[in-house]
C-alpha cells in the first residue's frame, strides 16, 4: 500500500464522525444530550403531544421510566401516520446515553432513530483469509438504506435485548452462513463512533468492530435476503473500492481500519 493510500483511508477513518450540523435542534433526557432533530421535525415534536417539552437547552423530557416510553411511543405512532419515517422495521433499539455501554432509557422502532438524531448500536466483521484476501458483501437492491453498494461481509445492528456479541452471533448466521462455532472465534477489536447527515436525520452509532480469519475454501451464504453478492477482493481492490466510494460509509472506515492496522 502506497503512503498516498494510507493517508487516503487514514482520512476516511478520522472524517467518520462529523460534527453535528448547528441548525439542529439538541434532545435532551435529563441532563444528557441523547440526540439532534432538523429544525421542521423539531418543531413538529415540540407542536404534538408527547413527552418532550421546548427548554433552554431545546426539546427537554418532561418525564422518565414507563412514562417516558410511552408517551414517546405514542408520539412516534403519531408522526409515522404522518409520513415521517421512510422505514418501519418492526424492530426495536435501545435508546441510550451517548457511553459505549450506557444503559438504556427506553425502547424505539429502529426506523425512528435518524429523524430523533439517536444514537444506536451496530456490530461489524471484516473476514479474511490466512492469504490476507478480505470477503466483501454487496447490499441488497432491496435494502431500505444505501442498496447495491459493498458492506462488510456482516454487519448489523444491535436490537433491544441484545449485546453485541449475540448479535454478531445471529448476524454471521443470517448474513454469511457463518456456523456458530467459527462465529465465536472473531476477535473484538475497537469501537469507533460514526456520526453524519443524512436525508431524514442524524446517522449517529458505535460500531463495534470485529475480525474474524475463516478458512481458504470458506464460502459465505446469505439466508435473510439482505445480500446481492459476495466477492472476494485482495487489500489492493479493498483500497481501491473504498477510494472509489463504492462502499457505505460506515463499513469503508471499519474495512479501511483493517487495511491500516493488520
Known amino acids: 500500500m502506497s503512503p498516498a493510500t494510507a493517508k487516503a483511508l487514514q482520512a476516511i477513518v478520522d472524517g467518520l464522525r462529523k460534527p453535528v450540523p448547528a441548525p439542529y435542534v439538541p434532545l435532551f433526557a435529563g441532563a444528557e444530550r ?16 408527547g413527552p418532550f417539552v421546548c427548554g433552554r437547552r431545546g426539546l427537554e423530557s418532561a418525564v422518565d421510566g414507563a412514562a417516558l416510553q410511552q408517551g414517546w411511543n405514542a408520539q412516534v405512532a403519531l408522526l409515522r401516520a404522518e409520513g415521517w419515517f421512510r422505514a418501519w422495521r418492526d424492530e426495536t433499539y435501545e435508546v441510550c446515553g451517548n457511553a459505549t455501554a450506557a444503559p438504556g432509557l427506553c425502547r424505539l422502532e429502529r426506523g425512528v432513530f435518524r429523524r430523533y438524531g439517536l444514537r444506536s448500536h451496530a456490530v461489524h466483521l471484516n473476514a479474511t483469509t490466512p492469504a490476507g484476501r478480505m470477503w466483501i458483501a454487496r447490499r441488497s437492491l432491496a435494502k431500505a438504506i444505501d442498496p447495491g453498494l459493498l458492506d462488510n461481509l456482516v454487519a448489523g445492528g444491535v436490537a433491544s435485548g441484545e449485546t453485541p456479541a449475540l448479535t454478531l452471533r445471529r448476524e454471521c448466521a443470517e448474513e454469511a452462513g457463518i456456523p456458530a462455532g467459527l462465529a465465536a472465534q472473531a476477535r473484538a477489536l475497537t469501537t469507533l463512533h460514526a456520526r453524519r447527515e443524512e436525508d431524514e436525520g442524524m446517522h449517529d452509532e458505535w460500531l463495534h468492530v470485529h475480525h474474524l480469519v475463516v ?23 479493498v483500497a481501491a473500492a473504498i477510494l472509489d466510494g463504492a462502499f457505505t460509509e460506515d463499513a469503508a472506515a471499519v474495512a479501511a481500519q483493517w487495511l491500516l492496522t493488520r
Open 34 to 49: 441523547i440526540g439532534a432533530l432538523r429544525a421542521d421535525f423539531a418543531a413538529r415534536v415540540a407542536a404534538c403531544a
Open 215 to 237: 478458512a481458504e475454501d470458506f464460502v459465505p451464504g446469505n439466508s435473510d435476503g439482505e445480500v446481492a453478492e459476495f466477492v472476494l477482493l485482495d487489500v489492493d481492490e
